[in-house]
């Protein structure tokens, strides 16, 4: 589980603590230790919407949704005693002046944390300044648009700041606005009373598509300079006073060193001493350093564009976290530091932390000269030698765990999550995920945990799997196929399997996986499965809640109840309990119900009516008497416990429902998980004698030769280094086949390239000796034509000629004939 704002931060000024939400409650865990402890809401308190820790680290402030109230803010005083921090409750503001539910809130940063300023979500949209010690609001605002980030200037304790995805705006506090002031403070007279004064926008800061999606106030120096990180990839470097008009100093374009084409957008940014640190997708994180030598009233561009320089830029954690966002950043020390801490909380959940000298290794700055084209080494995947954030617990699941089980000879607790495809073991004694094993297409819809903690049976929609569990994998031991399966549970001793298969429940050996019975009995689905503790019986529970009762010798129903149809009753959950007790949570004519048997047999004493539905329960019977524990549908642990179950009480845990319940054989530890993707691991105190403490743990108990452990162990070492030979074989063989597939084609290139040259050569001498004839065939024809032409022209000038000689000789003629007619 993760807030988006604030959500994980360092309890210390040392960073020996962190604090963030779990489940309903805050929980404050000693990192390198691992424990954890809580502080306990009341059961009104339905989800932590958001939380702030001051920048002093002296005030938590946590904002909660109630049942009878749609908010409350809840503020504590942080110190520390004895290398522990303590958490004191101050004040609980519940009447915030009809602003609805909050967004968003921040603190001061002075040491007392005198300011609490919160933002609430549509529709009303109101930003309000209180001093909560007071209880008193010192100003508020309409605002234009949703705020996801509020934050008050260290250098102006009266100037506010607050963001969201489309805008970046600043107010004053009432007090600070003067009459002869500029026109954006002028204006307080009119605003009326206790009415925040807002600044003018920074000019420039939306010439670019902008959405806004962090900002922080620089520290150490505090002198005005606020840092704004956009969904765009950029970093808006704004100097904004009270008393001046604020600008944009300088745009920073890419927030990250680049990984190739990628350009990772930032989520989150945190200021500390001498920089900042902003965390995006992709689990990308750098760390910006600041140069102080720059004079802020009136900077050059040159100036401006060298205020910060890229100190360092990496991906910061391994698969699976490197594909989530950091959402969550917090920093302690400064970043020249070599024990400055970084704490990251990340999308899916997880939280880890990361040395300021690995960000800084990861990408250095080529040189110190800063500006747009800023050089530096590419972030790109990370490589092996690369130091990661260390993942506290190891990890967490991502999405609702919907599956959880518990082994008896081992503190280990399996979980499956049907929307993140993943089974994770932990171990509770180390507080810590041992395994996290995925199945990339396939949901697991059940899991159950062998009593030893060595084999681990998951049920899928086509078939169960069973899985050894190794030390660094969970390693296929048999594939068995079964259709519809949706519940799972082992006997208490081990030797058996229940599987329920819509209307029937198939019971498989454990030790040969073989087919042992194949129940029918019920005409509903089956939704329960409980192994009574001598593994003597059996009993399921339909839908409708009917229970069948079998023999597990001879698999023969020795009892059962059928349901009255009638009033609609449907079963939510089964437990069975010693001398053949079985408690079944009924819902019957709107009511809830837990209804308690025996062989089957209702008990005389009347049902037990429940004010929540539980949809999973758990019986336990020990030296101090019985249990009975059920997890709700709205997210609370549920138990009934001394003579005839008087003491009752109920915790609030999930946020969501809470799915599953688990009880320990010793009855000293409880488990839980629900929507929110939150495993509980809880202390149970009454149901185990005091004086049993040092006597046989859960842990202590070893089921197996230690002989034949040693001989497995050599084995296993064995085939480890006969695989690691065979992968040192393949890999050369593959070098050699590459090298030899890459000769034989340079070889074919360079016989295809020769032979193409030498067509290539052919094919210009053709047309080379083409042209060359159609050039000598346009010559002799243009001489043909020429000859032509002189002919034609000597014809025509014979041809005139003769017309000339016969002209003469005809008027000659006509002379001689008109002097003959004269003669005549």
């Known amino acids: 589980q993760a807030v988006a704002r604030d959500g994980v931060a360092f309890a210390d000024a040392v960073g020996s603590f962190a604090v963030y939400p779990l489940g309903r409650h805050m929980c404050f865990r000693h990192i390198e230790s691992g424990e954890s402890a809580f502080l306990v809401e009341s059961f009104e308190v339905l989800e932590v919407v958001a939380c702030a820790l001051s920048p002093a680290r002296t005030v938590l402030a946590v904002c909660e949704r109630c049942a009878m109230l749609p908010v409350q803010v809840t503020l504590y005083n942080l110190k520390t005693s004895a290398g522990q921090p303590v958490c004191e409750p101050v004040r609980t503001l519940q009447d915030l002046g009809r602003m609805g539910e909050l967004s968003c809130l921040a603190l001061s940063p002075d040491l007392e944390a005198t300011y609490l300023v919160v933002a609430s979500s549509p529709p009303d949209l109101v930003l309000a300044v209180l001093d909560w010690r007071a209880n008193e609001v010192i100003g508020r605002c309409v605002l234009a648009a949703p705020m996801d980030r509020l934050a008050m200037s260290p250098f102006d304790d009266h100037l506010v700041s607050a963001s969201g995805e489309s805008l970046l705006q600043l107010w004053t506090l009432p007090a600070t606005s003067r009459p002869d002031d500029s026109s954006e403070t002028a204006q307080a007279s009119e605003e009326g009373p206790g009415e925040l004064v807002p600044l003018r926008e920074p000019a420039g800061l939306h010439d670019m598509p902008t959405t806004f999606a962090d900002h922080a106030w620089c520290v150490d120096p505090a002198d005005g300079m606020l840092i704004a990180c956009t969904v765009e990839g950029d970093v808006l470097v704004v100097f904004a006073r009270a008393s001046d008009t604020p600008r944009l100093l300088r745009r920073i374009d890419g927030c990250f060193a680049t990984r190739g ?17 902003a965390g995006g997708g992709d689990a990308s994180l750098s760390v910006w350093a600041r140069r102080h030598n720059i004079d802020l009233e009136d900077p050059t561009p040159e100036a401006a564009a060298q205020a910060f320089w890229l100190r360092g830029s990496l991906c910061a954690a391994a698969p699976p976290t490197s594909s989530a966002s950091i959402l969550a950043i917090d920093v302690v020390g400064s970043g020249e530091a070599d024990n400055s801490q970084v704490l990251l909380g990340f999308s899916d959940g997880s939280i880890g932390m990361i040395g300021m000298a690995a960000v800084r290794a990861a990408g250095e700055t080529a040189s110190d000269d800063v500006g747009d084209s800023l050089a530096v080494v590419p972030q790109g995947p990370p490589s092996s030698d690369t130091e990661l954030c260390t993942l506290l617990s190891g990890g967490s699941h991502a999405a609702p765990v919907t599956a959880l089980d518990m082994a008896v000879q081992r503190p280990v607790i399996v979980t499956a999550s049907k929307q993140e495809c993943a089974v994770r073991v932990w171990n509770y004694a180390s507080r810590e995920c041992e395994l996290c094993w995925r199945f990339p297409g396939e949901e697991p819809i059940g899991v159950a945990a062998h009593p030893l903690g060595y084999l681990v049976a998951v049920a899928f929609s086509d078939r169960i799997r069973i899985m050894q569990v190794l030390t660094e994998e969970l390693k296929l031991h048999r594939d068995i196929s079964a259709r519809a399966v949706r519940l799972l549970r082992f006997s208490n001793g081990g030797h058996l399997l229940a599987a329920a298969q819509g209307k029937v429940v198939l019971v498989l050996s454990a030790r040969t996986l073989t087919r042992v019975a194949m129940l029918r009995g019920h005409s509903t689905q089956v939704i329960g499965l409980a192994f009574h503790p001598d593994d003597r019986t059996l009993v399921t529970c339909g839908e409708d809640g009917a229970l069948a009762e079998w023999r597990t010798s001879t698999w023969a129903k020795v009892h059962d109840h059928s349901a009255d149809r009638s009033l609609g009753a449907e079963a939510r959950a089964v437990a069975a309990g010693a001398d053949g007790r079985v408690c079944v949570s009924v819902e019957e004519s709107g009511k809830h119900i837990l209804r308690h048997f025996k062989h089957c047999a209702p008990i005389a004493n009347p049902d037990a009516e429940l004010p929540m539905e ?27 416990a001394g003579p005839g179950m008087a003491v009752v009480q109920e915790m609030g845990l999930h946020v969501g429902a809470c799915h599953c319940v688990r009880l320990s054989a010793d009855g000293r530890t409880a488990v839980t998980c629900g929507d929110d993707g939150v495993v509980f691991v809880l202390r149970v105190s009454g149901l185990a004698a005091e004086n049993d403490k040092k006597g046989r743990g859960s842990s202590d108990v070893v089921m197996v030769n230690r002989g034949d452990m040693v001989a497995k162990e050599e084995e296993i070492h064995r085939l480890l280094a006969e695989g690691a030979a065979l992968k040192v074989h393949l890999a050369e063989e593959s070098a050699r086949m590459q090298s030899e597939c890459a000769r034989r084609v340079a070889e074919a290139r360079q016989q295809d390239r020769a032979q193409a040259d030498a067509l290539r050569i052919e094919c210009e001498a053709l047309q080379q000796q083409a042209m060359s004839e159609e050039k000598e065939a346009l010559r002799q024809m243009r001489g043909l034509e020429a000859k032509h032409i002189q002919a034609a022209t000597d014809l025509e000038t014979t041809y005139d000629r003769q017309l000339v000689v016969r002209e003469d000789q005809h008027h000659s003629m006509e002379g001689e004939l008109r002097s003959l007619a004269e003669r005549l």
């Open 261 to 277: 084409a990628t350009r990772s957008a930032p989520r989150c940014l945190r200021c500390f001493p001498g920089g900042f640190a």
């Open 614 to 640: 539980l949809v999973a329960l758990w019986q336990h019977d020990g030296e101090m008497g019985g249990a009975v524990l059920g997890a709700s549908s709205a997210g609370s642990l549920w138990w009934a």
